[in-house]
């Protein structure tokens, strides 16, 4: 396997650093690759974390990853695991990269663009060619809880099958986005990427990073590059979702979150007038479904996104 100008034996681990630009201060940006190859030839996973620089679960389940002892133990095929795709984000705080573009709406990216379109194309071009499977590492928005969960492309049936082998909580298919890196992966390079989102960004969630780490184990377990067998887990599979979003500003507390069942007429949370004056408004599920994420802010606006309700339970 070659990264860059570097030659990965089998057997061998090796950290490659691929450049993608210059901070204004003259610092050299590089994304830390983590390539963990085996005696035995065998798949090739892509475990990637930071897409967005301030999702913080899915770079420490990566980091987790590399330094336990899993990608250490493997008996056949390759592992690349990259941490913090998104440097720039991440040394902001910040989802995007500094011009506000969104690393995952710019694949495939161009050598020569803007930030976000040269750390696209760093993947597209010198890791996407040589993996056969991704797993995409993601955590929620500021004050936006997601229940750990899987996201797959409607219709692919390897990612489908895929989601299923990973066994998170929850997994539910939508249509991939233009320009995202799931989109790119099975467009251009075959490969059926998982996207997981856990916890919400800049705080730790540890049930996330838990079923991240057991999912990932599960994957590899399935591939048979682990010397133990694989451990099927059963998840609650979904392929419909929508948000219920804020009537009116105010203050907001929630009574349900996410990882709860809710019932059709049962109040969610409710919304109440800062000056006093105006009742609470409470917030009512239209039909039984199962909560993949809520919102953790307490102050509102209208039309906010409150709760993430899902439908459609398979069988
Ligand atoms: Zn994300």
């Given at each position: 396997m070659k990264i860059l100008t570097e030659e990965i034996a089998l057997g061998q681990n090796q950290t490659i650093k691929i450049p993608v630009g210059q901070l204004p201060s003259g610092n050299l940006i590089n994304i830390y690759t983590h390539v963990f190859r085996a005696s035995e030839p065998g798949p090739t996973i892509l475990i990637l974390g930071?897409?967005?620089?301030?999702?913080?679960n899915g770079m420490e389940i990566v980091r987790q990853a590399i330094q336990s002892d899993m990608l250490n133990q493997l008996v056949r095929g390759t592992v690349i695991a990259i941490p913090v795709l998104n440097v720039y984000g991440f040394i902001n705080f910040s989802r995007e990269v500094p011009d506000g573009k969104d690393v995952n709406r710019s694949?495939?990216?161009?050598?020569?663009?803007?930030l976000a379109a040269r750390v696209a194309f760093g993947i597209h071009k010198h890791i996407l060619p040589l993996v056969d499977v991704g797993l995409d590492f993601h955590t929620g928005g500021r004050n936006n809880y997601n229940y750990p969960q899987i996201r797959y492309t409607e219709g692919d049936e390897a990612a489908a099958e895929l989601a299923r082998v990973f066994g998170a909580p929850v997994s539910i298919s939508y249509k991939s986005i233009r320009k995202s890196l799931r989109r790119v992966a099975r467009d251009k390079h075959q490969v059926p990427l998982l996207v997981f989102e856990g916890g919400e960004a800049q705080r730790y969630d540890g049930l996330s990073i838990q079923h991240g780490l057991a999912g990932i184990r599960r994957v590899l377990q399935h591939h048979e590059m682990l010397d133990e067998p694989f451990q099927a887990e059963k998840g609650l599979y979904f392929d419909h979702s929508s948000w219920v979003r804020a009537p009116r500003g105010g203050l907001f507390q929630w009574m349900k979150s996410s990882g709860s069942w809710v019932k059709r007429g049962e109040p969610l949370g409710f919304i109440s007038d800062p000056q006093g004056i105006k009742d609470s408004r409470f917030i009512h599920a239209r039909a039984d479904a199962f909560m993949i994420a809520h919102n953790n802010t307490p102050v509102v606006s209208m039309g906010d996104a409150l709760f993430h309700l899902a439908y459609n339970l398979e069988a």
């Open positions: 930071g897409v967005h620089g301030d999702e913080i694949f495939p990216g161009t050598k020569t663009g803007s």
